[in-house]
């Protein structure tokens, strides 16, 4: 246990001058993500507490009522100034707002990306902050679609195929010359396509600016301004794509965008296209895209695939215009750790009086649930 932490019943070393913040959880949570060393970092301006919590815990739907989990959280939460849910938290509801007017900021930590474990319309109306950092694990899945662009670019998928089946590749200067990837290769100063620009989207432009590249999106939930914050074009989905060289998508899934890439969307896509999903399979739709691919004029790289795990006999696993991964882009060791220290930023910013970065907006939920987009 990290020092300072006290996790029985809700009992704080009190420090009248620094912010208490609490962690409610379950224990699989609060291992993988408060790591000592992330402790820590928020002990150095705040005091921290924990309680473990088991309520049932899904992507897609709020926890259940429970009347005494809510009373535990009530308990503990009633001497903090900041509350942090995570997997196994009941809901953050009016009526827990209501009995804890002491918290100023709720966030939910990693796991709920519809933030149904946070009441953003009552922590408004009551002028507490809500605020989320399930984005943690997005800079693993903008690093990804970067290294499967420029993989589909060098057309790398079909020639480790070959070279792993024992074929010579290239074993004469000009049987490369009509190879997608010597006709492509290069990043640099090429056309990009971007499907959603929330989290990923804009890790993957910070990534992208040494390419020297220019970059069309599309997504209706950015305000007008983002464009030319990040020197990108913002355009309709048709646009991006039939005009770039390389399109990816990052798009959330959700009843809007469930199927939003069909036959005819993907057949906007010019010869040459690379086309690279790290996103969710549901976007796309499978057997479109394997009619297209069989064309065999145009490269995909996907880490994502409707339906997972992909099956064994569908065609794209053996296709040489295909590179596929079996949804790894945003898994690893470093994601838990990283939700905690965003969260830990958040609260910093918070109670030294600085605007925090993350907040839950309505242009926010209505994206991540698929509802129309707020005015311009």
């Known amino acids: 246990m990290c020092a300072g932490i006290n996790v029985s019943e809700g009992l704080f070393r009190m420090s009248t001058d620094r912010p208490q913040i609490g962690l409610a959880c379950n224990r699989a949570s609060y291992e993988q993500d408060a790591l000592p060393q992330g402790v820590e970092r928020l002990q150095v301006f705040a005091d921290f507490h ?22 535990k959280l009530i308990e503990f939460a009633s001497g903090l100034d900041g509350l942090i849910v995570c997997h196994g938290s ?7 707002l209501d009995a804890v007017p002491r918290v100023r900021i709720v966030g939910e930590l990693e796991g ?22 399930t984005h943690g ?23 480790f195929r070959r070279m792993i089946a024992g074929e010579t590749v290239f074993a004469e200067p000009g049987e490369r010359l009509d190879d997608p990837g010597y006709l492509k290769s290069e990043l640099s100063g090429r056309t990009v396509g971007i499907i959603g620009v929330g989290h990923i989207g804009r890790r993957l432009l910070e990534l992208l600016r040494p390419f020297d590249v220019t970059v069309y ?19 309709t989905l048709d646009n991006v794509m039939s005009l770039p060289e390389v399109v ?14 069909g036959r005819r969307e993907i057949g ?14 549901a976007i796309v739709d499978s057997d479109a895209l394997i009619e297209r691919l069989r064309k065999n004029d145009m490269i995909a790289c996907l880490d994502v695939f409707d339906p997972e795990p992909v099956p064994v006999d569908s065609p794209v ?17 470093l994601g838990g750790p990283r939700f905690f220290s965003l969260m830990t930023d958040e609260m910093e910013r918070f109670f030294s009086g600085h605007e925090t970065r993350y907040d839950l907006l309505p242009r926010t939920l209505a994206n991540r649930r698929g509802a129309p987009a707020p005015p311009r």
Do not use: K
């Open 268 to 281: 906007l896509m010019q010869p040459g296209t690379v086309f690279v999903n790290v996103s969710r399979g």
């Open 248 to 261: 990816i998508c990052l798009v959330p899934l959700t009843p809007a965008t469930t199927g939003m890439i």
């Open 112 to 133: 709920d990306r519809f933030a149904q474990r946070i009441d953003v319309a009552a922590a408004s109306a009551r002028g507490v902050r809500a605020v989320d950092t």
């Open 217 to 235: 999106a599309h997504d209706p939930y950015v305000p007008p301004e983002f464009a030319d914050i990040y020197g990108i074009t913002m355009t």
């Open 137 to 159: 694990s997005s800079f693993g899945v903008s690093e990804w679609a970067l290294a499967m662009t420029m993989i589909g670019l060098r057309n790398a998928g079909s020639l």
């Open 50 to 71: 924990y309680e473990q919590f088991d309520e049932p815990s899904d992507w897609n739907e709020a926890p259940p009522p429970n009347a005494a989990a809510d009373a």
């Open 317 to 333: 696993r053996q296709m040489h215009n295909v590179f596929l991964t079996p949804h790894v882009a945003g898994v690893n060791v």
């Open 90 to 96: 009941p809901r953050i509801t009016a009526e827990i």
